[in-house]
């Protein structure tokens, strides 16, 4: 099971930092994500990292601004967010992959939180 939280109410230009933690899973060898989905549009990826947490991937629209980490002896994964945009705001998934590497195809992805939900205003 993944349990993600950290989402919230903030002005454009803020700051959050999503938490999502594991269980049921060896944590350490999955590769972790996350998602996004915006009201009327499909999920979309944001950052994966894999179980060396140095291999990381962004996708272009949050790079520079967001970044992904994780902790195997927390079984949890975070994405901080800064210089936060309208645009942003949406359903935030994570999800853990038995994959060799980053992947952004979501269906590679066996297993997903519930999603927290991050609202931006201008």
């Known amino acids: 099971q993944l349990q993600a939280c950290g989402g919230g109410l903030v002005q454009a230009g803020g700051s959050l930092r999503l938490s999502c933690a594991a269980s049921g899973v060896t944590f350490s060898r999955y590769v972790m994500a996350w998602f996004r989905q915006a009201p009327r549009m499909e999920r979309e990826f944001v950052a994966s990292?894999?179980?060396?947490?140095?291999?990381?991937d962004y996708a272009d629209s949050v790079k520079g601004r967001f970044t992904i980490s994780r902790d195997n002896t927390k079984n949890t994964v975070y994405l901080q967010m800064n210089g936060l945009k309208p645009e942003d705001t949406a359903v935030y998934y994570c999800?853990?992959?038995?994959?060799?590497?980053?992947?952004?195809?979501?269906?590679?992805?066996?297993?997903w939180g519930q999603g927290t939900l991050v609202t931006v205003s201008s």
């Open positions: 990292i894999t179980r060396n947490p140095n291999i990381l």
């Open positions: 999800a853990a992959a038995n994959t060799g590497t980053v992947t952004r195809v979501t269906t590679q992805y066996a297993y």
